[in-house]
């Protein structure tokens, strides 16, 4: 990571939302806010109006504290008090759980199991396939001060396709991926925010169920509130 890109991550280091009565110390998640699994975690917390600190952490030079909630150097990580956990998915599954309202797993069996399945889709395939368009075009050039290929990212344009037409094809013309707002939904909101740093946009033309229902993603307030606190720490990545 470049000097600049290791001061620009500090600047993620505060609280974020409301204080909740009777939680000392406040929740602490750590990761890199750009990344789609840290978000995950983020808007999951933002959702449910729980407040909690920021914790930058590089997984390429992990802290001590970051390595005892995260053994494998993995972002994110999270501790809520002695508890910690690491996992975007187990950290969601924490909080749903202990801050029931509003869930986001939901509880009757065929949207649980959508819900799940979905946001697996998202962090195994969909993430796995487009990646390069982010570490090739941004994450390399921009935060690490390495060039990108070019070609990498071409082709996970391509590889990205199968996936995106599987989500455009399971899509309503309104509402969630399945039934209420979910954890699925999160997952796939994040993923294509993170793909969108390597100068990618869901194509309305091919894709208009997935092009609204991001719009809707994005117009929630607990989205809102994490994508204000990442566009600055864009902002100074970019410079
Ligand atoms: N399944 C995990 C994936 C976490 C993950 O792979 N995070 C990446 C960054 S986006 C990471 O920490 N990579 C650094 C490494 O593997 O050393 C989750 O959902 O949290």
Known sequence: MTRRARQVLQQAKGTAGPAAEGRVPPMKL??????????????????KGLEFDWEPSNPGQPTEEFLKVSPF??????????????????????LDAKYPAPALIPAQAEARGRAIWL?????????????????????????????????LAVAAEEAIQKPLAYFEGILGSDGWLSGEFSIGDIALACSLKTI????????AASHPKLAAWQERVQARAAWQ???????????????
């Not at 150097?73 to 996992?87: H, L, Q, R, T």
């Not at 697996?120 to 935060?143: C, K, N, S």
């Not at 969108?196 to 194509?203: E, R």
Request: no cysteine; aromatic share 12%.
């Open 225 to 239: 509130q994490v994508a204000e606190r990442e566009a600055s720490i864009f902002a100074a990545l970019k410079g």
């Open 119 to 151: 946001d697996e889709a998202v962090d195994t395939v969909l993430i796995p396939a487009g990646a390069p368009i982010v570490h090739q075009r941004f994450l390399y050039p921009v935060v690490f001060g390495k060039p990108g290929d070019e070609s």
């Open 196 to 203: 969108g740093y390597g100068g990618w946009t869901v194509d």
């Open 73 to 94: 150097g993995k972002i994110p990580g999270f501790a809520d008090g002695e508890f910690s956990v690491s996992d975007s998915s187990a950290i969601v599954a924490y």
């Open 30 to 47: 750590y990761g890199f806010p750009l990344s789609a699994y840290t978000r995950k975690a983020a808007v999951a917390l933002a959702e």
